[in-house]
């Protein structure tokens, strides 16, 4: 086994009640900025959808899909079934997935600062060769430089955020990574309801305007301090002492600083945080970062946020409308990932995940029986039953608001010893990025085939991951980040899988 005991001291003397300190407005500013790289996450998403429902867009670039939308199709399911269409929405994911993997060494040995001003600049780069591309393959150039942003922000902004914030409030300020996504997604489909207005070029100005968030991200992460754990962690000591005084507020902070030497330590002893991954002590956080956001992607959010315009157009709303119903399920998305934040400390991860989940199902499943029972080859829903439809589907989005959309990221993200931590999160926007794209690559065709069934087909799915929750998570509500190893040791089923420190001695 690489590395010394089987823990960090810091871990063992479980000095989480000598913490000190207070919320002070750098430690606010500094998330604030850092959860900005969130946005850019969030615009794509929502982007994305509005404008391959834009006519001008089709035209261009599938105009094979184009003339399939103006003629009335035996399947209002599959007007918009095309491959190449759903590899323009995926294709990014699929780059960031491979971008996150890169991203993760050089989040440890350069910074979590240096990880969030490369996904800046490359996102930057998207933007622009988005904005200005003559050609499928310049248009798809720029969708993999965007994936490559994202899995540098992906795997460095929820770190960071962690790494700042103060026990006590660990989850509404990693939140606001989920917060500032939201809040891309309610504003590019606010753009994308104003730019479809331009026939000719409205779908330019909509992915153009990616590089607004991209050029916040860029100057915060130059402007930002380094997380004290990062520099801990790279030998800086003294400044991470430093910088710890600033952001808690008070000078007294020798226990958490302990805490981080002693992880610092233990973590430059690992030469291979991969690797080390799999071995037993590791075994809760890694089956984590694999279920919390593959269960995220397979609440079936994605689908419904990529694709909304075209959801609502293949159920029979008209263009304006089927844009207006998806900056609405936006500003619901926004207003309810809000309550999460006031709530998450409170309440706890677990009840907000287990609700939220209970909430979804029931969502999912009405929506599929209206459908089934109402709509149907060459027919649209009438407007009371459109009505009910958006409720229903609002409902949902809220629900996954305040549950599963932050709590996805915030859990993996807080649940790592240092030595794994920037490992355990590439893992963990690795297998979302996979999971997004696989989604987002089958969503027309499942819609299509399964018609109203692919409601039932997430409802399973939530399901599923409710009773995960509640048989295999604990409770990391007010649990120091140095110390959540404490938590597989208490719980029912993981301290069969954890090894005591005796044992692990033994192996050295």
Same mark, same amino acid.
């Given at each position: 086994?690489?590395?010394?005991?089987?823990?960090?001291?810091?871990?063992?003397?479980?000095?989480?009640?000598?913490?000190?300190?207070?919320? +002070?407005?750098?430690?606010?500013?500094?998330?604030?900025?850092?959860?900005?790289?969130?946005? !850019? /996450?969030?615009?794509?998403?929502?982007?994305?959808?509005?404008?391959?429902?834009?006519?001008?867009?089709?035209?261009?670039?599938?105009?094979?899909?184009?003339?399939?939308?103006?003629?009335?199709?035996?399947?209002?399911?599959?007007?918009?079934?095309?491959?190449?269409?759903?590899?323009?929405?995926?294709?990014?994911?699929?780059?960031?997935?491979?971008?996150?993997?890169?991203?993760?060494?050089?989040?440890?040995?350069?910074?979590?600062?240096?990880?969030?001003?490369?996904?800046?600049?490359?996102?930057?780069?998207?933007?622009?060769?988005?904005? /200005?591309?003559?050609?499928?393959?310049?248009?798809?150039?720029?969708?993999?430089?965007?994936?490559?942003?994202?899995?540098?922000?992906?795997?460095?902004?929820?770190?960071?955020?962690?790494?700042?914030?103060?026990?006590?409030?660990?989850?509404?300020?990693?939140?606001?990574?989920?917060?500032?996504?939201?809040?891309?997604?309610?504003?590019?489909?606010?753009?994308?309801?104003?730019?479809?207005?331009?026939?000719?070029?409205?779908?330019?100005?909509?992915?153009?305007?990616?590089?607004?968030?991209?050029?916040?991200?860029?100057?915060?992460?130059?402007?930002?301090?380094?997380?004290?754990?990062?520099?801990?962690?790279?030998?800086?000591?003294?400044?991470?002492?430093?910088?710890?005084?600033?952001?808690?507020? +008070?000078?007294?902070?020798?226990?958490?600083?302990?805490?981080?030497?002693?992880?610092?330590?233990?973590?430059?002893?690992?030469?291979?945080?991969?690797?080390?991954?799999?071995?037993?002590?590791?075994?809760?956080?890694?089956?984590?970062?694999? /279920?919390?956001?593959?269960?995220?992607?397979? +609440?079936?959010?994605?689908?419904?946020?990529?694709?909304?315009?075209?959801? /609502?157009?293949?159920?029979?709303?008209?263009?304006?409308?089927?844009?207006?119903?998806?900056?609405?399920?936006?500003?619901?998305?926004?207003?309810?990932?809000?309550?999460?934040?006031?709530?998450?400390?409170?309440?706890?991860?677990?009840?907000?995940?287990?609700?939220?989940?209970?909430?979804?199902?029931?969502?999912?499943?009405?929506?599929?029986?209206?459908?089934?029972?109402?709509?149907?080859?060459?027919?649209?829903?009438?407007?009371?039953?459109?009505?009910?439809?958006?409720?229903? !589907?609002?409902?949902?989005?809220?629900?996954?608001?305040?549950?599963?959309?932050?709590?996805?990221?915030?859990?993996?993200?807080?649940?790592?010893?240092?030595?794994?931590?920037?490992?355990?999160?590439?893992? +963990?926007?690795?297998?979302?990025?996979?999971?997004?794209?696989?989604?987002?690559?089958?969503?027309?065709?499942?819609?299509?085939?399964?018609?109203?069934?692919?409601?039932?087909?997430?409802?399973?799915?939530?399901?599923?991951?409710?009773?995960?929750?509640?048989?295999?998570?604990?409770?990391?509500?007010?649990?120091?980040?140095?110390?959540?190893?404490?938590?597989?040791?208490?719980?029912?089923?993981?301290?069969?899988?954890?090894?005591?420190?005796?044992?692990?001695?033994?192996?050295?």
């Amino acid at each position: 086994m690489a590395g010394g005991s089987f823990a960090p001291a810091g871990v063992a003397k479980d000095r989480a009640g000598q913490y000190k300190g207070k919320v +002070t407005p750098y430690v606010v500013i500094a998330c604030l900025v850092a959860a900005v790289g969130g946005s !850019i /996450f969030g615009y794509d998403i929502g982007i994305s959808g509005g404008v391959t429902s834009m006519d001008a867009f089709l035209k261009k670039f599938f105009h094979a899909v184009y003339l399939q939308k103006q003629h009335v199709h035996e399947n209002n399911y599959c007007k918009y079934n095309n491959q190449g269409l759903a590899a323009f929405t995926s294709s990014l994911y699929l780059a960031g997935l491979v971008a996150s993997l890169v991203a993760s060494p050089i989040t440890r040995l350069y910074g979590r600062r240096a990880s969030i001003i490369c996904g800046g600049i490359s996102f930057l780069a998207g933007a622009a060769l988005n904005a /200005f591309a003559v050609n499928l393959a310049m248009l798809l150039l720029g969708r993999i430089m965007l994936g490559v942003g994202i899995g540098f922000g992906n795997q460095a902004v929820p770190l960071y955020l962690s790494e700042m914030a103060p026990t006590h409030l660990r989850g509404g300020l990693n939140m606001m990574f989920q917060l500032a996504t939201t809040l891309g997604i309610f504003t590019a489909n606010m753009v994308n309801f104003g730019t479809e207005k331009i026939p000719s070029w409205g779908w330019r100005l909509s992915l153009g305007l990616a590089a607004v968030p991209a050029l916040v991200m860029t100057i915060g992460g130059l402007l930002l301090p380094e997380t004290p754990n990062s520099l801990i962690e790279r030998g800086h000591t003294e400044q991470g002492r430093r910088v710890l005084v600033k952001i808690r507020g +008070t000078e007294d902070v020798n226990a958490e600083y302990q805490d981080m030497v002693e992880a610092s330590e233990f973590a430059n002893a690992i030469k291979h945080p991969f690797r080390n991954l799999l071995e037993r002590r590791n075994r809760p956080q890694l089956v984590m970062a694999i /279920f919390m956001p593959t269960f995220q992607i397979l +609440t079936g959010i994605n689908s419904i946020l990529f694709y909304a315009p075209v959801l /609502f157009q293949s159920m029979g709303f008209g263009g304006h409308a089927a844009l207006y119903s998806s900056a609405l399920t936006g500003a619901v998305l926004s207003l309810s990932t809000v309550v999460s934040i006031v709530t998450v400390d409170r309440w706890g991860r677990r009840a907000l995940l287990i609700g939220g989940g209970i909430q979804m199902i029931t969502c999912q499943v009405i929506v599929a029986v209206i459908l089934g029972l109402k709509f149907g080859p060459n027919t649209e829903l009438s407007k009371g039953y459109s009505v009910a439809v958006v409720t229903v !589907i609002c409902l949902f989005v809220a629900a996954f608001g305040w549950s599963w959309g932050p709590l996805g990221w915030t859990v993996p993200s807080e649940i790592f010893p240092l030595e794994t931590r920037s490992a355990g999160q590439s893992i +963990t926007v690795a297998v979302n990025l996979f999971f997004t794209f696989v989604i987002a690559q089958a969503f027309l065709s499942l819609l299509c085939g399964l018609k109203f069934g692919i409601f039932l087909f997430f409802a399973g799915w939530i399901t599923v991951m409710t009773v995960f929750v509640y048989l295999f998570l604990p409770e990391t509500k007010g649990v120091p980040i140095e110390e959540m190893i404490l938590l597989w040791k208490k719980h029912w089923f993981w301290r069969r899988v954890v090894p005591r420190c005796e044992e692990t001695d033994l192996e050295q």
